[in-house]
């Protein structure tokens, strides 16, 4: 779950008919007679799926539930700034028992999980604090956890320093010669001290209460079936005091290549079903040209494509996050006749704001942060128009599938076109 601080929203296009910003709750939509209505959010016509409870940090960084059906709105976990709607892919928790520590589904090695030693992230005093009951680091596990022979996986936990301040994280996947990948943090400072392996991406992202998400992604390549996990306080090699224990708190193993939001479980895996949103074309849309502006927060995966937005229609428009081997992360718009706009230049976790616009001349897009933006063909030539018989539109996912795994924070719609420099002052 991508929580990057963004900036102020961006000034609303001129001419704007669509104007739904996730960060205030309201909308502004062109009704047939051209007259643009503000509106809550929850009565702008918008329809929202998730068939299962939800959880994101409220405004105090507190994780709050979300019922099913309903949208979750996230706001940072330190600052409290409201970020917009969180959406995610479906995915199970695979650790037994996330909220006690104490059970035996947890193994211990020289450690006594001491339950309700402080505030959780649910901001009730039920906390695990993982002592050592030795003069030596422990561990505490679950072993062996199935898992599919391919595909990335995620591990993370809420920790925070006791008198201890480092923590390891490792999964051991199983077979001969399958590898284990661990990486070490630092609770005061919310760093990441060390990793194993060039496949493995380590995150340490802010959570409430004091707390730091802590956790690595990587992929299965070595075709196992099954994953052990085990968090330890250890120090060694870090230069850091040891202590003797660490607070730890909501732990999540994930088969997605990249940190989402906590899944309660009990005696079986938890599973959180995927976010859609949806509202249906109206006056506000037309057909053959407009602006399309958008805000929010990206996550830190490198192979999944991810939906920022979907015009359906014969030939619909789609907004994506992809993955290039040699460029790293970018942005996409598809006209689905073999048009593209690319926006090179997204960096993991951050706060992204692009610009689009489109016409029988050819299409044009920007971002903030600079980077390498061009078009696939001549933006002269190629022609970018969209066809009659839109349907909806589709907010952080495609039909149903491949969710945004981070926040939409505003989306904007003009039926005006701008060139480049129009665009970059709209994202600047």
Same mark, same amino acid.
């Given at each position: 779950?991508?929580?990057?601080?963004?900036?102020l929203?961006?000034?609303?296009?001129?001419?704007?008919?669509?104007?739904?910003?996730?960060?205030?709750?309201r909308?502004?939509?062109?009704?047939?007679?051209?007259?643009?209505a503000?509106?809550?959010?929850?009565?702008?016509?918008?329809t929202?799926?998730?068939?299962?409870?939800?959880?994101?940090?409220?405004?105090?960084?507190?994780?709050?539930?979300?019922?099913s059906?309903?949208?979750?709105?996230?706001n940072h976990?330190?600052?409290?700034a409201?970020?917009?709607?969180?959406?995610?892919?479906?995915?199970?928790?695979?650790?037994?028992?996330s909220?006690?520590?104490?059970?035996?589904?947890?193994?211990?090695?020289?450690?006594?999980p001491v339950?309700?030693a402080?505030?959780?992230?649910?901001?009730?005093?039920?906390?695990?604090?993982?002592?050592?009951?030795?003069?030596?680091?422990?561990s505490?596990?679950?072993?062996?956890?199935?898992?599919?022979?391919?595909?990335g996986?995620?591990?993370?936990?809420y920790?925070?320093?006791?008198?201890?301040?480092?923590?390891?994280?490792?999964? *051991?996947l199983? !077979? &001969? +010669?399958?590898?284990y990948r661990?990486? %070490?943090? =630092?609770?005061?400072t #919310?760093?990441?001290?060390?990793?194993?392996?060039?496949?493995?991406?380590?995150?340490?992202?802010?959570?409430?209460a004091g707390y730091w998400?802590?956790?690595?992604?990587a992929y299965?390549?070595?075709g196992?079936?099954?994953i052990?996990?085990?968090f330890e306080?250890?120090?060694?090699?870090?230069?850091?005091?040891?202590?003797t224990?660490i607070?730890?708190?909501?732990?999540?193993?994930?088969m997605?290549?990249?940190p989402?939001?906590?899944?309660?479980?009990g005696?079986?895996?938890?599973?959180r079903d995927a976010?859609s949103?949806?509202l249906?074309?109206?006056?506000? *849309?037309?057909a !053959? &040209? +407009?602006?399309i502006i958008w805000e929010? %927060?990206? =996550?830190?995966?490198a #192979?999944?494509?991810?939906?920022?937005?979907r015009?359906?229609g014969?030939?619909?428009?789609?907004?994506?996050k992809?993955?290039?081997?040699?460029?790293?992360t970018?942005?996409?718009?598809d006209?689905?006749?073999?048009?593209?706009?690319q926006?090179?230049?997204?960096?993991?976790?951050?706060?992204?704001?692009?610009?689009?616009?489109?016409?029988?001349?050819g299409?044009?897009?920007?971002?903030s942060g600079?980077?390498?933006?061009y078009?696939?063909?001549?933006a002269?030539?190629?022609?970018?128009?969209?066809?009659?018989?839109a349907?909806?539109l589709e907010?952080?996912?495609?039909?149903?599938?491949q969710q945004l795994?981070?926040?939409?924070?505003?989306?904007?719609?003009?039926?005006?076109?701008?060139?480049?420099?129009?665009?970059?002052?709209?994202?600047?």
């Amino acid at each position: 779950m991508a929580l990057a601080l963004p900036r102020l929203g961006f000034a609303s296009p001129a001419g704007a008919t669509l104007d739904l910003d996730f960060r205030r709750r309201r909308a502004s939509i062109a009704a047939a007679s051209g007259a643009l209505a503000r509106t809550p959010l929850d009565a702008a016509g918008l329809t929202m799926g998730r068939a299962t409870n939800g959880y994101s940090p409220g405004p105090t960084g507190i994780l709050r539930q979300a019922t099913s059906n309903t949208l979750r709105f996230v706001n940072h976990p330190r600052t409290g700034a409201p970020l917009g709607y969180l959406s995610e892919q479906a995915v199970f928790n695979q650790f037994l028992q996330s909220g006690d520590l104490s059970t035996a589904a947890w193994g211990r090695n020289g450690v006594n999980p001491v339950l309700n030693a402080r505030s959780n992230v649910f901001g009730q005093r039920a906390a695990a604090l993982i002592l050592d009951t030795t003069g030596s680091p422990g561990s505490l596990q679950q072993n062996w956890l199935s898992m599919p022979t391919s595909g990335g996986y995620c591990i993370s936990v809420y920790a925070a320093p006791y008198d201890g301040r480092v923590l390891t994280v490792t999964g *051991f996947l199983t !077979g &001969s +010669g399958a590898p284990y990948r661990y990486c %070490t943090f =630092d609770l005061l400072t #919310g760093t990441v001290l060390s990793k194993s392996g060039t496949d493995l991406v380590p995150f340490c992202l802010p959570g409430p209460a004091g707390y730091w998400l802590c956790g690595h992604y990587a992929y299965n390549t070595s075709g196992s079936n099954g994953i052990g996990v085990m968090f330890e306080r250890n120090a060694s090699g870090t230069g850091l005091s040891a202590g003797t224990g660490i607070y730890l708190d909501a732990p999540m193993l994930t088969m997605l290549p990249q940190p989402t939001s906590y899944i309660p479980t009990g005696a079986a895996a938890g599973l959180r079903d995927a976010d859609s949103l949806t509202l249906p074309i109206g006056a506000w *849309f037309t057909a !053959g &040209s +407009g602006t399309i502006i958008w805000e929010g %927060t990206l =996550d830190g995966t490198a #192979g999944e494509i991810q939906t920022l937005l979907r015009i359906t229609g014969p030939n619909p428009i789609t907004v994506q996050k992809r993955f290039h081997s040699t460029l790293g992360t970018y942005i996409t718009a598809d006209d689905g006749k073999g048009h593209e706009c690319q926006l090179f230049g997204v960096a993991p976790f951050s706060a992204v704001r692009l610009a689009f616009s489109y016409g029988g001349a050819g299409m044009i897009g920007v971002k903030s942060g600079g980077g390498r933006n061009y078009l696939g063909g001549d933006a002269v030539t190629a022609a970018f128009t969209l066809p009659g018989g839109a349907a909806n539109l589709e907010i952080a996912h495609a039909g149903g599938s491949q969710q945004l795994n981070g926040v939409t924070g505003r989306l904007a719609y003009s039926p005006l076109t701008l060139d480049a420099a129009g665009l970059t002052r709209l994202v600047a």
